[in-house]
Nanobody, 123 residues
Framework: QVQLVESGGGLVQAGGSLRLSCVAS????????MGWFRQAPGKEREFVAA????????YYAASVKGRFTISRDNAKNTMYLQTNSLKPEDTAVYYC????????????????WGQGTQVTVSS
């Protein structure tokens, strides 16, 4: 049974940083893509970043590029999202997801999801 578990969320002041983690169990995704999405209250789930597991090639949403960094650790079967220079508009529940069917950008493409971790940025 595949399980994705996020951690690392919390309350931080604007300009601060958090490191989110997503531990995968039940299988590896060495030939696939894993991604981070977020959902703020009353809004749709949106793409944040994704990483191609085989070579760490990364994709970012324009709103986070230059501030967030996605990475992975093969040995730990874990994906990370380093979030820097956080803004109040980054406040959301952050989800990790794995194995998109075709397009990494759309949440409906992903087969596996974690339960989410809350990130709250105060002004």
């Amino acid at each position: 049974q595949v399980q994705l578990v996020e951690s690392g969320g919390g309350l931080v002041q604007a300009g601060g940083s958090l490191r989110l983690s997503c531990v995968a169990s039940g299988r590896t995704f060495s030939n696939s893509v894993m991604g981070w999405f977020r959902q703020a209250p009353g809004k749709e789930r949106e793409f944040v970043a994704a990483i191609r597991w085989s070579d760490s090639f990364a994709y970012y949403a324009a709103s986070v590029k230059g501030r967030f960094t996605i990475s992975r650790d093969n040995a730990k079967n874990t994906m990370y999202l380093q979030t820097n220079s956080l803004k109040p508009e980054d406040t959301a529940v952050y989800y990790c997801a794995a194995e998109p069917l075709r397009n990494y950008y759309y949440p409906t493409e992903y087969k596996y999801w974690g339960q989410g971790t809350q990130v709250t940025v105060s002004s």
